[in-house]
């Protein structure tokens, strides 16, 4: 049967702001008629300019074809250009889509270096680079500010704001006309999600051929990145260049040394090397050979030397910049060693090897590399020692006097090697079970289900009751969403409607491993997050939600250096450089919705002509600092709106 054809008219009413600006797209299915289209100067003795231009992207290339159909009209005060009066045809087909933009110029335009939002009053107080101009109750355009808001904020990471575009009103500016770089305006809430300006985002689009030389731009080593990285708050610029990136680095083997001690702090990822009068300044670059420095760690009460970095180790293989240096020590970021942690769905043990092999899902653990800690007795097994029959679970690994142990496993509370791995599943040594070699069963662990609990708000801590439940200061918990109940007056809610159950999908303990800490052999408290709700929580209700975890690798244990086993030059040095050349990069950025591109470096570019230092590099990628931007968006007196009568035909 047939499917009749539906009209729908459309009316586009929306104030044009400074730059391109994009209108309308027609909806999948549809064809559309726009029937009048006009930009009228709402402004004060001003002469604005527009550009029109019909868009058709084709879908299979992505190539766009521009039409003007008016180019740099001027409008003056009080009147308006009419830019459509009859027919015009856009289509979105398989094959193409049509798309309506409107390119402005317009006097008053400043661009903002900062935006502070404020929820729930959804006030935004704007600094401008320079002074804006405006006066309490003036109309105005914002455009293109980059904001970041929590995580879990259903999936949003950066929003570009406002979409669609809107005007506002000025509530207050900081000091007076004519000097205030400061105002604020009420631009409406966001259901409590906080929101963070960040500097405009840059998105790389291509690079010209050999934009880049190795020392500076008279060397002939070229080379051309495929992809570009720039973070604007730091003003590093990392290329992406497959397999050459240590190209751009120079080294001299007489520089290279062996350090005369070092300090590990896991918990922020720095290590501080010491070396006489070592003559090096921060940015100055250096690398380790894999092995080069050997230490202990409390991991397994220092018994064992580990050399590093390995192979696997973050900081293996990369240059990178040192800092805090002073006469005979300097600091470098080596990378965090933080905790991770996993559940075992399934394990088998075989007696006579001590091997036990353990599912904990995907993971990217080396065999003969990484080592792990179990959790005391998080494992269970059955089996027929003494004549037991399967009949008595028993938990592993276990403390001297344990469950009838006659000394500690071998597993418990050290640390133990992965023999093999898998995609899913990682095996361990564990020792053997001596006479009990019979077959081990091994026993899937419940959910813990909390018989009472308690939450307070301000720092985020939870308290669980479950008796005995085994979980030592160290482990973690995993709480399925929704299994914990509270209930609050928040909102003047009460009796049932009052109850509300956590975590929500939403919330920062959703999903997320928590780091626990034993209170009692029934208590525990995890950390999962604070709120501005400061109301009385009371415990109602629990569904057996709670998992603990099993294995743990990694961690910011202390670490003791053997500087006997440091390698002779196991550590290099380096002071390499690299230039762009002038408007080689071509990048797009939020300011205006990426919808026109910009070529780096300018010529009034810190990085112009310039021989910058690197500041990392590995085998595909180089970095160097371009400087830093504030910039983040434009505000402007609202000077034209635009509105247009649209006729759209859907077979959908």
């Known amino acids: 049967m047939a499917i009749a054809p539906v009209n729908k008219f459309i009316s586009i009413a929306v104030p044009v702001a400074p730059g391109q600006n994009k209108l309308y797209e027609v909806p999948t299915g549809t064809s559309a008629l726009v029937l009048y289209a006009q930009v009228a100067n709402v402004g004060v003795n001003t002469y604005p300019t527009v550009t029109f231009t019909q868009s058709r992207q084709t879908r299979s ?36 889509i049509d798309s309506l933009y409107i390119t402005s110029t317009q006097t008053g335009v400043t661009t903002i270096n900062d935006a502070v939002y404020d929820e729930p009053s959804g006030t935004v107080t ?153 003559g090096f300044f921060n940015g100055d670059l250096i690398s380790f050979v894999d092995g080069a420095l050997t230490f202990t760690c409390d991991m397994d009460g220092d018994t064992n030397k ?65 080592s792990v800690r179990l959790a005391t007795q998080s494992l269970t097994f059955t089996c027929t020692f003494d004549g037991d029959a399967h009949a008595t679970p028993k938990t592993y690994p276990r403390a001297s006097g344990t469950d009838g142990a006659g000394a500690d496993d071998p597993a418990y509370n050290d640390a133990v090697p992965i023999t093999s791995t898998t995609t899913t599943s990682i095996s361990l040594n564990v020792g053997t079970a001596n006479a009990n070699t019979g077959i081990h069963t091994f026993v899937p662990a419940t959910k813990l289900t909390p018989t009472a609990a308690t939450y307070d708000p301000v720092t985020g801590i939870l308290t669980c009751t479950v008796a005995s439940h085994k979980i030592d200061t160290g482990d973690a918990i995993k709480i399925d969403d929704g299994s914990i109940t509270f209930s609050c007056d928040y909102g003047c809610y009460s009796g049932v409607s009052s109850h509300k159950s956590y975590p929500r999908s939403t919330d920062p303990a959703s999903g997320e491993w928590l780091a626990a800490t034993k209170v009692d052999a029934n208590k525990f408290k995890v950390n999962v997050g604070s709120t501005s709700d400061l109301s009385i929580h009371t415990f109602q209700s629990a569904l057996a939600g709670i998992t603990r975890s099993v294995v743990k690798v990694g961690g910011a244990y202390p670490h003791t250096a053997v500087t006997a086993d440091f390698l002779t030059g196991g550590v290099k040095t380096s002071s390499s450089t690299l230039g762009i050349a002038t408007e080689s990069m071509i990048f797009t950025c939020t300011m205006d919705n990426n919808l026109t591109e910009h070529a780096y470096p300018r010529t009034t570019d810190p990085a112009h002509n310039t021989a910058l230092s690197i500041t990392e590099a590995d085998c595909n990628m180089v970095s160097v600092n371009v400087g830093i931007t504030s910039a983040g968006g434009q505000a402007a007196p609202l000077q034209m709106e635009f509105l247009a009568s649209i006729l759209e035909n859907s077979n959908a």
């Open 61 to 96: 290339t992505g190539n766009t074809r521009d039409i003007r159909i008016i180019r740099d009209v001027e409008i003056p005060p009080n009147d308006a250009v009419i830019l459509i009066d009859g027919r015009m045809v856009l289509e979105k087909t398989p094959l193409v």
């Open 126 to 278: 704007v600094t401008t680079a320079g002074v804006h101009g405006f006066s309490v109750n003036s109309e105005i355009t914002i455009a293109g500010i980059a904001f970041t808001c929590p995580a879990k904020t259903a999936g949003i990471t950066t929003t570009i704001f406002p979409d669609p575009q809107k005007s506002y009103i000025v509530e207050s500016i900081v000091d007076s006309v004519g000097t205030s770089k400061t105002f604020t305006s009420i631009v409406g809430t966001s259901k409590g999600y906080k929101h963070v300006y960040n500097p405009a985002v840059h998105t790389f689009i291509r690079s010209a051929s050999n934009s880049l030389s190795k020392t500076n731009l008279s060397n002939a080593t070229k080379f051309t990145p495929t992809g570009v990285n720039y973070n604007p708050k730091t003003g590093i610029a990392s290329f992406t260049v497959p397999n050459q990136g240590l190209d751009f680095i120079t080294t001299d083997p007489a520089d290279d040394f062996k350090p005369t001690g070092a300090l590990y702090d896991g918990n922020v990822g720095i290590l501080t090397l010491t070396k006489s009068s070592h």
């Open 306 to 370: 580990k050399a590093y970095p390995r192979s696997t180790d973050p900081i293996s293989g990369r240059w990178v910049s040192i800092g805090n240096t002073t006469v005979n020590t300097f600091e470098v970021d080596v990378g965090k060693s933080p905790f991770n942690y996993y559940d075992v769905s399934a394990a088998e043990y075989d007696p006579v090897a001590g091997i036990a092999t353990l599912t904990i899902g995907s993971h990217d653990l080396v065999a003969g590399v990484t």
